[in-house]
Nanobody, 116 residues
Framework: QVQLLESGGGLVQAGASLRLSCVASGSIFGIIANGWYRQAPGKQRELVAHISSAGTTTYGDSVKGRFTISRDNTKNTVYLQMNSLQPEDTAVYYC??????????WGRGTQVTVSS
């Protein structure tokens, strides 16, 4: 079983930056991909960014050019660098891992609030 722990959320003003971290338990071997998703009140959870084991990245249209996903295998940690934050980025951000043995795992989320 994989446990994911997100951190780095908070309250910031529009235009600011935040970096989210997601630390995973267990071995990096067998990881297929990692992703960041977000869910705003009254809305469905949506993809923010995705990174495959080969390092291929995919971004949601609303964050392209502003957010960057990366991974540090030595720390078994995935990051989400968020720049030029806007009020519409306000949401709970969740980390997800896809693993060959353990399947899909989710963290509990970290709140990001952007004030105008």
């Amino acid at each position: 079983q994989v446990q994911l722990l997100e951190s780095g959320g908070g309250l910031v003003q529009a235009g600011a930056s935040l970096r989210l971290s997601c630390v995973a338990s267990g071995s990096i071997f067998g990881i297929i991909a990692n992703g960041w998703y977000r869910q705003a009140p009254g809305k469905q959870r949506e993809l923010v960014a995705h990174i495959s084991s080969a390092g291929t990245t995919t971004y949601g249209d609303s964050v392209k050019g502003r957010f960057t996903i990366s991974r540090d295998n030595t720390k078994n940690t995935v990051y989400l660098q968020m720049n030029s934050l806007q009020p519409e980025d306000t949401a709970v951000y969740y980390c997800k891992q896809e693993h060959r043995r353990y399947g899909e795992s989710w963290g509990r989320g970290t709140q990001v609030t952007v004030s105008s």
